[in-house]
T-cell receptor
């Protein structure tokens, strides 16, 4: 089955700096890669996703890139703000997995004011 | 606003008790999932369901069971709670035709077994 690894497990940045979280996946058949943000005391919420026919997608200060050949994808947050502090999860799903997402282990991002 | 609602935010139960965690979604989603979340271990799938009265084991089903009698409701049952089941429990749902719209998660139930 699919295996997703996520790095780093913790990331501390200064407000205004950029943050990058990286994930690798094992199943070359995976074709959908969502990212979730989990704020303290809440459930994860989808913030951005990318499909395998696209190399990059942006939404304001966040962007996701996908390298299918290397089987890795990354989340980029620019001009970080204290409210970006949260746990971020990447996920992947192969074509034959029905409706099952495989999640990475999570990254705790801390943005220092 | 679409929602996945988990009945309790915090629960404290005694060892050996039978515990029910309830999850309800209002999006007419076919698929529902139960995860537990522990520090350093990410999200681990306990059980999932693709349809009413249907259930499938996830990665860590031992000590748990589930019930899905209605499409909108998916219950997680701890048959005899133990201290190693102290955790955050997350319910999620998704549409069969739209997993590529991701899951919708509930806010979680933090369970403490003493």
């Amino acid at each position: 089955g699919e295996n997703v690894e996520q790095h780093p497990s913790t990331l501390s940045v200064q407000e205004g700096d950029s943050a990058v979280i990286k994930c690798t996946y094992s199943d070359s058949a995976s074709n959908y890669f969502p990212w979730y943000k989990q704020e303290l005391g809440k459930g994860p919420q989808l913030i951005i996703d990318i499909r395998s026919n696209v190399g990059e997608k942006k939404d304001q200060r966040i962007a996701v890139t996908l390298n299918k050949t290397a089987k890795h994808f990354s989340l980029h947050i620019t001009e970080t703000q204290p409210e970006d502090s949260a746990v971020y999860f990447c996920a992947a799903t192969p074509l034959n997995a029905g409706n099952m997402l495989t999640f990475g282990g999570g990254t705790r991002l801390m943005v220092k004011p | 606003d679409v929602k996945v609602t988990q009945s309790s935010r915090y629960l404290v139960k005694r060892t050996g008790e039978k515990v029910f965690l309830e999850c309800v979604q209002d999006m007419d989603h076919e698929n529902m999932f139960w995860y537990r979340q522990d520090p350093g271990l990410g999200l681990r799938l306990i059980y999932f369901s693709y349809d009413v009265k249907m259930k499938e084991k996830g990665d860590i089903p031992e000590g748990y069971s589930v019930s899905r009698e209605k499409k909108e409701r998916f219950s997680l049952i701890l048959e005899s709670a133990s201290t190693n089941q102290t955790s955050m429990y997350l319910c999620a749902s998704s549409s069969t035709g739209g997993v590529q719209g991701g899951y919708t998660f509930g806010s979680g139930t933090r369970l403490t077994v003493v």
